[in-house]
């Protein structure tokens, strides 16, 4: 069943369009990564699903379609985090910024308290809980957003490169937490960047560029079309690069996201 | 903790002042705001003072912070002296308007230094409920009164962050201040209503306004020296009066 139903998007600032008659489908229980260059449309798209840019279109979420009316009803059950967090704060401790939202909708203290330990525990927060969320480092101050979409529980997790300011060990583990978190509570992802290294533990790949679907796939099949991501300007990750030479002299047999599972395959 | 730390920024602590009770605190701190703004002689000034140096010893934040905070904003006294010098064709009442002023700011500092934004709501809200019998939003009411605090201190960066760039840019601030900050003011303006139309986007999707009623997960509860400060503070009101204006 589609979660995120885009049907004929048209959006524009000024005389330029940036979608022109844009559709899109999105499973639910998903992870589907939206890359593209800077200018792609991304946070565009983002701000549409967000109910926070007016367009033109059929946009349906959870059945439910985003309009003016529907907006707290879908938000509730959507998690958005943010490029730049701190844009998003509103609170002076990590503690109160988790809160924020479930004391907004008078969620009972002892439910916020539980929720707060909860995610505070899945994200390794719990140091941060007293301290100020501006004078944090660029990666935790995005953990921290992530907290907050993560306190609602939603179903759906929208991340507009919100992994950017984290450093590539600690990328690597919260991509792991967010593929449990996905696999365990069946919440779709849809994360928007222009790293694919972020992708790897995606099930779908869409690729835009100017508004309109380049490459769509699931993994690791999608990365056959690597030129097409080459040619706007996006790297693709070092696994698949390697097994890709590796293919050429037959030492593997497919693309291979997991670099372990790619030395052992050599291995063999 | 920071040198610089900015204005009306929450400075994260464990004093007991920190650990006020919310609506104590904000009942506390009109008190003491009427006192102040009630004020008529010098004795009474003087002791208010005496009491604000205790409250600021009280807060465990280093003095400098005050001080660094309370320098920055010079302009706003060379103002109140020249207005009330216009008024009262009086020097002496003029320096007495502005250590009048200088007392309410740094009360507004030690609010705002000890208190988190989300707990001033949480007062203001509290202090306020009797008036949702009439139909008011006090939640919301309350909440905006947070943010504009917060937004305060956010212009104050953000005029920081434009002045270091001018300077990056060859605009030396020091060297003809008038003429630069003319040009700093459009940048400022422009950055100002990016971040507020962001922080509205923001509050949008956090549910600000969702709920007539907001809770709050950890109120701390009323002590002694909460009590004390506000009994403190009705016995100052009682000087204040009894001294001036008597």
Same mark, same amino acid.
């Given at each position: 069943?589609?979660?995120?139903?885009?049907?004929?998007?048209?959006?524009?600032?000024?005389?330029?369009?940036? =979608?022109?008659?844009?559709?899109?489908?999105?499973?639910?229980?998903?992870?589907?990564?939206?890359?593209?260059?800077?200018?792609?449309?991304?946070?565009?798209?983002?701000?549409?699903?967000?109910?926070?840019?007016?367009?033109?279109?059929?946009?349906?979420?959870?059945?439910?379609?985003?309009?003016?009316?529907?907006?707290?009803?879908?938000?509730? *059950?959507?998690?958005?985090?943010?490029?730049?967090?701190?844009?998003?704060?509103?609170? *002076?401790?990590?503690?109160?910024?988790?809160?924020?939202?479930?004391?907004?909708?008078?969620?009972?203290?002892?439910? %916020?308290?539980?929720?707060?330990?909860?995610?505070?525990?899945?994200?390794? /927060?719990?140091?941060?809980?007293?301290?100020?969320?501006?004078?944090?480092?660029?990666?935790?101050?995005?953990?921290?957003?992530?907290?907050?979409?993560?306190?609602?529980?939603?179903?759906?997790?929208?991340?507009?490169?919100?992994?950017?300011?984290?450093?590539?060990?600690?990328? *690597?583990?919260? @991509?792991?937490?967010?593929?449990?978190?996905?696999?365990?509570?069946?919440?779709?992802?849809?994360?928007?960047?222009?790293?694919?290294?972020?992708? %790897?533990? #995606?099930?779908?790949?869409?690729?835009?560029?100017?508004?309109?679907?380049?490459?769509?796939?699931?993994?690791?099949?999608?990365?056959?079309?690597?030129?097409?991501?080459?040619?706007?300007?996006?790297?693709?990750?070092?696994?698949?690069? /390697?097994?890709?030479?590796?293919?050429?002299?037959?030492?593997?047999?497919?693309?291979?996201?997991? /670099? *372990?599972?790619?030395?052992?395959?050599?291995?063999? | 903790?920071?040198?610089?730390?900015?204005?009306?920024?929450?400075?994260?602590?464990?004093?007991?002042?920190?650990?006020?009770?919310?609506?104590?605190?904000?009942?506390?701190?009109?008190?003491?705001?009427?006192?102040?703004?009630?004020?008529?002689?010098?004795?009474?000034?003087?002791?208010?003072?005496?009491?604000?140096?205790?409250?600021?010893?009280?807060?465990?934040?280093?003095?400098?912070?005050?001080?660094?905070?309370?320098?920055?904003? =010079?302009?706003? =006294?060379?103002?109140?002296?020249?207005?009330?010098?216009?008024?009262?064709?009086?020097?002496?009442?003029?320096?007495?308007?502005?250590?009048?002023? %200088?007392?309410?700011?740094?009360?507004?500092?030690?609010?705002?230094?000890?208190?988190? @934004?989300?707990?001033?709501?949480?007062?203001?809200?509290?202090?306020?409920?009797?008036?949702?019998?009439?139909?008011?939003?006090?939640?919301?009411?309350?909440?905006?009164?947070?943010?504009?605090?917060?937004?305060? #201190?956010?212009?104050?960066?953000?005029?920081?962050?434009?002045?270091?760039?001018?300077?990056?840019?060859?605009?030396?601030?020091?060297?003809?201040?008038?003429?630069?900050?003319?040009?700093?003011?459009?940048?400022?303006?422009?950055?100002? =209503?990016?971040?507020?139309?962001?922080?509205?986007?923001?509050?949008?999707?956090?549910?600000?306004?969702?709920?007539?009623?907001?809770?709050?997960?950890?109120?701390?509860?009323?002590?002694?020296?909460?009590?004390?400060?506000?009994?403190?503070?009705?016995?100052?009101?009682?000087?204040?009066?009894?001294?001036?204006?008597?």
């Amino acid at each position: 069943m589609d979660i995120i139903e885009i049907n004929n998007l048209m959006f524009r600032y000024g005389n330029k369009f940036i =979608y022109d008659d844009f559709s899109l489908k999105i499973k639910r229980g998903t992870w589907v990564t939206i890359a593209g260059p800077n200018g792609a449309g991304k946070t565009t798209l983002v701000k549409v699903l967000a109910g926070l840019a007016k367009n033109y279109s059929d946009v349906t979420i959870m059945g439910k379609k985003v309009i003016k009316k529907n907006l707290y009803e879908i938000r509730k *059950e959507v998690g958005f985090v943010f490029d730049n967090p701190d844009n998003f704060f509103a609170c *002076e401790t990590v503690e109160d910024e988790l809160a924020f939202s479930l004391e907004n909708m008078a969620v009972q203290p002892s439910t %916020i308290k539980k929720k707060i330990k909860e995610v505070s525990e899945l994200l390794n /927060l719990e140091s941060l809980l007293k301290e100020n969320p501006y004078s944090l480092s660029g990666g935790e101050k995005q953990k921290v957003a992530l907290g907050c979409a993560l306190m609602l529980e939603p179903r759906i997790l929208i991340l507009d490169e919100a992994l950017m300011m984290i450093d590539i060990n600690e990328r *690597e583990k919260l @991509l792991k937490v967010l593929k449990e978190y996905n696999r365990k509570k069946r919440v779709t992802i849809v994360s928007f960047t222009h790293n694919l290294d972020e992708s %790897i533990y #995606s099930d779908r790949l869409v690729v835009l560029n100017n508004g309109k679907i380049l490459v769509d796939g699931s993994f690791p099949r999608v990365f056959d079309e690597e030129r097409v991501m080459r040619k706007i300007g996006l790297e693709v990750p070092f696994t698949v690069e /390697l097994s890709q030479k590796l293919r050429v002299y037959g030492l593997v047999d497919d693309i291979c996201l997991d /670099l *372990e599972r790619l030395v052992n395959n050599v291995w063999k | 903790m920071k040198s610089n730390h900015q204005f009306f920024r929450y400075v994260t602590g464990n004093s007991k002042l920190h650990l006020m009770n919310s609506k104590m605190k904000i009942i506390w701190f009109i008190l003491l705001i009427i006192n102040f703004l009630i004020i008529k002689d010098i004795f009474s000034l003087i002791i208010c003072l005496l009491f604000l140096m205790f409250i600021i010893l009280q807060s465990k934040i280093n003095i400098k912070i005050y001080m660094q905070n309370l320098i920055r904003i =010079y302009p706003i =006294y060379i103002i109140v002296f020249v207005g009330s010098f216009l008024i009262n064709h009086n020097i002496l009442n003029g320096f007495f308007d502005v250590l009048k002023t %200088i007392l309410i700011i740094v009360l507004f500092l030690v609010l705002t230094f000890t208190t988190s @934004l989300s707990e001033i709501a949480w007062g203001i809200e509290c202090v306020l409920r009797p008036m949702e019998k009439i139909g008011i939003s006090v939640s919301n009411f309350s909440l905006r009164i947070a943010f504009s605090i917060k937004f305060i #201190s956010t212009l104050f960066e953000k005029f920081y962050e434009v002045r270091k760039s001018m300077a990056y840019r060859g605009l030396a601030y020091g060297k003809n201040k008038l003429k630069s900050f003319n040009r700093m003011v459009i940048p400022s303006i422009n950055l100002s =209503y990016k971040l507020s139309r962001q922080t509205i986007m923001a509050m949008k999707l956090r549910f600000y306004g969702y709920s007539k009623k907001r809770t709050n997960y950890h109120e701390n509860k009323v002590t002694k020296f909460d009590k004390t400060l506000v009994f403190i503070d009705i016995v100052l009101l009682y000087v204040v009066i009894w001294l001036g204006w008597s």
